[in-house]
C-alpha cells in the first residue's frame, strides 16, 4: 500500500536558501558558507503545522515532564494498519530514546558479548559502530551489484555467524540505507528462514520505512512468516524531520515480548515526553505533510537523474524506492575511493562520502534529495564543475 501523492502539497517547493542558513543543526553549520550541503540525513521541509501546534500548546500548558502512556505506541500502530495493513499489539511495544538507542538494547537482549553481528553493506554507518563499541564481531554479507541483499551471501554470513555457537544478529535496514532499496516480501521471507536456520535473531531499522516512493511497496518485517523471535523500531524522525525530538518504538515479535521488557528496567533507554507528542501527533495528524513529502522526494529523484544525465552521464544512479537518500556509483568519473572530497574541494558541494558504508561504498556518494528542486540542480551543477575541474588538474 503506497500514499497517494496525487494531489498533495511538497514542503520543498519554496524553501529559501537563506532562511535554510540560519538553521543552526549540523547540516546547514558544518560546512563554511560557501559549500552547498546535501548530506546528513536531515530535510530542508519545515515542520508540519498539526505537530508545531502540538508542541507549542504542551509548552503553554506546561506540560513538560516526563512521558506516560501507551500514546506513541498506539499512533504507530494505527498508521501501520492503515498505510500497511499490518497489525500489532501496541501494549508489548517498547518506546526508547531513538531507533539506534533501540538497535543497541535489542543487540544486548537478544544476543551475549561475544556473539557476531552481521551487516549488508554499503550500510548506514552506525550499525558498524555498535559492532565497535559492543565489542562484536562484524560478519558482511555485501549487496549485490544492484543494491539488493545477496541471498547467497547473506547464507554464507549466516553460516560463519553459527560457527561461534553463540545468537548471531543480522541488524537490516529496512528500506535499505543507503541504497533507497525496498526490500521485497519474497526477500525478507528468506532472511527469516535463514536467520531460523542458522539460529540468528533479526533486528529491522525501519526508521526510513514511512517514505516509501508511490512505485513501491513497503513490507514490514515482522509482518512476514517467521520473524517471531526478531524486533523492529520505527520512528517519526526521518518521515516528518523530526530528528532533534528523539523517540522511537521497539516492537517485538511474539516470541521476543518478553525479552525486550528488559529494556524498560535500563536508565537512559526512554525518549523525552515532548518528543512523545510531536511523533505521535506527526503519525496520527500529519499524513498529508508526509504525502506532500513524498510527493516531491519523487519530483527530485526523477530530477537528480535528469540533471546527471545530461552533465555526468558517466555517473550511475538508479532512483531509490524509498527514503530520500540518493546513492550515487561515480567510479567511472576518475575520482578515486572519496568523490565526496573531490566534490567538497572543487565544486564546494557536501555529500556523505560512501567510504563510511562500508564494502561497496567505495567510489560512492550519498546525496540528500529532501531538499529544493533548484538545490538538487545546483548540486549537480557543481559536480559537473567539480569533475571538469580535476580533469584539467590531471591533464
Given at each position: 500500500m503506497t500514499a497517494n501523492t496525487t494531489s498533495v502539497i511538497?514542503?520543498?517547493?519554496?524553501?529559501?536558501?537563506?532562511?535554510?542558513?540560519?538553521?543552526?543543526?549540523?547540516?546547514?553549520?558544518?560546512?563554511?558558507?560557501?559549500?552547498?550541503?546535501?548530506?546528513?540525513?536531515?530535510?530542508?521541509?519545515?515542520?508540519?503545522?498539526?505537530?508545531?501546534?502540538?508542541?507549542?500548546?504542551?509548552?503553554?500548558?506546561?506540560d513538560t515532564g516526563y512521558p506516560w502512556g501507551p500514546r506513541l505506541q498506539n499512533a504507530v500502530a494505527s498508521f501501520a494498519a492503515d498505510r500497511w495493513g499490518w497489525t500489532f499489539d501496541p501494549a508489548q511495544a517498547i518506546t526508547v530514546t531513538d531507533v539506534m538507542t533501540g538497535v543497541i538494547e535489542s543487540v544486548r537482549t537478544l544476543s551475549k558479548p561475544g556473539d557476531p553481528i552481521i551487516l549488508t553493506p554499503p550500510i548506514y554507518p552506525?550499525?558498524?559502530m555498535v559492532t565497535a563499541m559492543l565489542e562484536r564481531p562484524m560478519i558482511p554479507a555485501q549487496l549485490s551489484e544492484h543494491g539488493r541483499l545477496d541471498l547467497d551471501r547473506l547464507e554464507t554470513a549466516f553460516k560463519t555467524a553459527a560457527e561461534s555457537s553463540g545468537t548471531p544478529i543480522l541488524l537490516?535496514?529496512?528500506?535499505?540505507?543507503?541504497?533507497?532499496?525496498?526490500?521485497?516480501?519474497?526477500?525478507?521471507?528468506?532472511?527469516?528462514?535463514?536467520?531460523?536456520?542458522?539460529?540468528?535473531?533479526?533486528?529491522?531499522?525501519?526508521?526510513?520505512?514511512?517514505?516509501?516512493?508511490?512505485?513501491?511497496?513497503?513490507?514490514?518485517?515482522?509482518?512476514?512468516?517467521?520473524?517471531?523471535?526478531?524486533?523492529?523500531?520505527?520512528?517519526?524522525?526521518?518521515?516528518?524531520?523530526l530528528a532533534g525530538f528523539k523517540a522511537a518504538l521497539a516492537i517485538p515479535g511474539t516470541d521476543s515480548v518478553e525479552a525486550l521488557q528488559t529494556i524498560n528496567h535500563r536508565m537512559g533507554t526512554h525518549p523525552g515526553h515532548i518528543a512523545v507528542i510531536a511523533h505521535s501527533t506527526a503519525f496520527d495528524q500529519a499524513r498529508d505533510w508526509l504525502d506532500g513529502a513524498i510527493a516531491g522526494i519523487d519530483i527530485n529523484r526523477q530530477l537528480l537523474g535528469e540533471q546527471?544525465?545530461?552533465?555526468?552521464?558517466?555517473?550511475?544512479?538508479?532512483?531509490?524506492?524509498?527514503?530520500?537518500l540518493a546513492w550515487i556509483d561515480c567510479r567511472e568519473l576518475g575520482l578515486g575511493d572519496d568523490p565526496a572530497k573531490v566534490f567538497l574541494d572543487l565544486g564546494r558541494v557536501g555529500f556523505s562520502s560512501g567510504v563510511p558504508f562500508g564494502e561497496g561504498g567505495q567510489g560512492h556518494v550519498r546525496f540528500n534529495l529532501a531538499t529544493a528542486p533548484a538545490i538538487v540542480t545546483e548540486a549537480v551543477e557543481r559536480m559537473a564543475n567539480a569533475v571538469a575541474k580535476h580533469a584539467s588538474d590531471a591533464s
Open positions: 511538497s514542503p520543498f517547493a519554496n524553501l529559501q536558501i537563506d532562511e535554510l542558513r540560519r538553521r543552526s543543526s549540523a547540516k546547514w553549520q558544518f560546512y563554511p558558507d560557501d559549500v552547498l550541503p546535501v548530506w546528513v540525513a536531515e530535510m530542508d521541509a519545515y515542520v508540519a503545522q498539526p505537530i508545531v501546534d502540538a508542541v507549542h500548546q504542551a509548552l503553554l500548558l506546561g552506525p550499525f558498524s537490516l535496514s529496512n528500506p535499505h540505507n543507503p541504497t533507497g532499496t525496498v526490500h521485497t516480501r519474497e526477500e525478507l521471507e528468506q532472511v527469516a528462514r535463514l536467520a531460523r536456520q542458522y539460529g540468528a535473531r533479526v533486528v529491522s531499522d525501519e526508521i526510513h520505512a514511512t517514505l516509501i516512493m508511490p512505485t513501491s511497496t513497503f513490507t514490514p518485517y515482522l509482518s512476514v512468516a517467521g520473524t517471531e523471535p526478531d524486533v523492529s523500531l520505527i520512528s517519526a524522525s526521518k518521515g516528518w524531520n546527471l544525465a545530461q552533465r555526468l552521464p558517466n555517473a550511475r544512479y538508479t532512483p531509490p524506492e524509498a527514503t530520500y
